[in-house]
């Protein structure tokens, strides 16, 4: 898209494809982060049934298309702001990641997709540590995370990583893309990390 002083830019893209989805147009962000998600990531997952039982973290416009890609899904959605309902699934909760056992029992997920929230919204280093408690205690054993953060320090207020690893969690190799830890080519160094939660003993 161009006009006559050359590349569109990125705000105005994001604008146009924020209208385009609001007519109902199918549209996503055209960047490397959203590439292996949505062309990598999610295929696999779709295609396994022992994923049966989803829960998609964070909702905004470019999210509400994820409502069809997981329609054979039991597919969830959670956000604390009331306003992000519009965008989230028909099973939807409003609330903060960290009070997710007020509303699921234990082990009830099979899979749970944290995208863009931390440094968007979970900023806080001890909300963060009791979110990822939370996601660990609502998984089932060998339940998978997938926290998909920016590494660059204005997004990463806290250590992502150990407090992930501080609820539980460990490194699981993601097969299509041969590792647990996957920096796409973006301008924020956004990183696919997956973690499994252990068997218990």
């Not at 609330?95 to 929230?117: K, M, P, Q, T």
């Not at 590792?179 to 939660?197: D, E, G, Q």
Request: charged share 30%; with cysteine; proline share 5%.
């Amino acid at each position: 898209m161009r006009d006559r002083f050359g590349e569109v830019p990125e705000r105005a893209k994001a604008l146009v494809l924020r209208l385009l989805s609001a007519g109902g147009w199918d549209v996503t962000l055209a960047t490397d982060d959203r590439r292996v998600l949505e062309g990598v990531i999610f295929p696999y997952f779709l295609e396994r049934p022992e994923f049966s039982k989803v829960l998609f973290v964070g909702c905004d416009w470019y999210t509400r298309r994820y409502n069809r890609v997981f329609a054979g899904k039991e597919y969830w959605t959670i956000d604390k702001s009331e306003k992000q309902r519009v965008y989230g699934a028909a099973r939807h909760v409003t609330d903060s990641l960290a009070r997710l056992r007020e509303h699921f029992g234990a082990s009830y997920f099979d899979l749970i997709l944290c995208n863009g929230v931390v440094g968007w919204g979970l900023d806080r280093e001890d909300e963060a540590r009791e979110s990822f408690v939370a996601s660990y205690q609502c998984l089932r054993e060998r339940g998978l995370l997938l926290l998909g953060w920016n590494d660059v320090a204005r997004k990463t207020p806290f250590p992502v990583e150990a407090c992930v690893e501080a609820a539980g969690f460990r490194p699981r190799v993601f097969p299509p893309l041969g590792t647990a830890r996957h920096l796409t080519r973006t301008r924020n160094r956004h990183i696919f990390s997956f973690y499994a939660k252990r068997p218990s003993p």
